[in-house]
């Protein structure tokens, strides 16, 4: 590897630790919004990421209008990504933040299965133990008893990795057709806010300064943290960089410790250990799998 290539994996792994930041923060702003409609506060922040997307769509000259071949995997995009966000924001206001960033972050090995069901892409045994293993994590965080679906945050939070999972799997075969990222983002923050526009206005819950300076500061980091990582994945490979999400957990955990006063129980930290294992594992066998498909 050379001094350009380090420069730019270093720059990569830079903004990607920035968007787990900003990630965390997102979710830190939606709990301290308070008791509003999970559907409300998906609103405001998807129309501050519209926003920031057609900003850089009209800056960049790009076109909004897209092959017809295309409509359908943004549209798929769009709906699973829009659920996800919902069980996402579900689960942050009932779980610790903590928890509901880790359930959230299964996203990736949800994408594999995707990818083997939906792109045909091979799955080999390692990944499919690893995913085995991150799901055997997440019942640490989720802790099922046979009350649990009368308490079912934890589930909609496992909900929400998988909504996500699937919005990036397609993201890859809209991204394979030639559509450009700012145009992925616009297309699924506006069709968001055009879903939940109508219950919205139908069940609009009045808000303080307090809470809509809340939402709007969570519309900002969502914003900050979705082309953080897009600028990422284009400075390096996932597969040199992908591992550093991962320290979303610790900075959910800092700022629930900081501004909520929560700290995951014991549990909650074996559960973590165990997924990022297995991301770690999944992470450094896929760097030994490259290295020997180069070396032949």
């Known amino acids: 590897m050379n001094t350009a290539e380090m420069k730019n994996k270093n720059l990569g792994i830079l903004c990607i630790i920035c968007s787990a930041f900003c990630f965390s923060c997102m979710n830190l702003f939606v709990r301290l919004s308070g008791a509003l409609p999970s559907i409300q506060k998906s609103f405001f922040r998807n129309l501050i990421a519209f926003c920031f997307a057609m900003i850089i ?99 909609i939070g496992m909900l929400g990795g998988l909504g996500a999972g699937l919005a990036y799997a397609f993201v890859r075969i809209a991204s394979k057709q030639g559509v450009p990222g700012p145009v992925i983002v616009a297309f699924f923050s506006g069709f968001s806010c055009l879903v939940t526009l109508p219950n919205l206005l139908l069940h609009y819950t009045p808000m303080t300064g307090i ?54 129980d014991g549990y909650s930290f074996i559960g973590y250990g165990i997924i990022i294992g297995a991301s770690l594992v999944m992470f450094l066998l896929n760097n030994r799998q490259v290295k020997k498909n180069c070396s032949r």
Not at 130 to 139: E, N, P, Q, R
Not at 214 to 220: M, P, S, T
Not at 242 to 254: H, K, M, V
């Open 57 to 155: 769509v009209k800056r960049e000259g790009l076109s909004l209008r897209v092959r017809r071949d295309s409509l359908g995997p943004l549209l798929i995009r769009s709906i699973s990504g829009t659920v996800g966000i919902l069980c996402n924001f579900y689960a942050v206001d009932h779980l610790a933040i903590a928890d509901a960033s880790m359930l959230n972050k299964l996203s990736p090995f949800f994408v594999l299965i995707f990818s083997y069901l939906i792109l045909k892409e091979n799955v080999t045994f390692y990944q499919t133990a690893c995913i085995l293993t991150a799901f055997l994590g997440s019942l640490f965080i989720i802790k099922p008893t046979p009350g649990i679906f009368q308490n079912p945050a934890s589930l």
């Open 211 to 264: 809470q809509l300076l809340c939402l709007l500061l969570a519309g900002l980091s969502a914003a900050g943290g979705q082309f953080a990582i897009t600028a990422a994945y284009s400075h390096a490979p996932a597969r040199e960089i992908s591992i550093y999400d991962y320290t979303q957990i610790i900075f959910s955990t800092l700022l629930g410790l900081i501004f909520l006063h929560e700290l995951p």
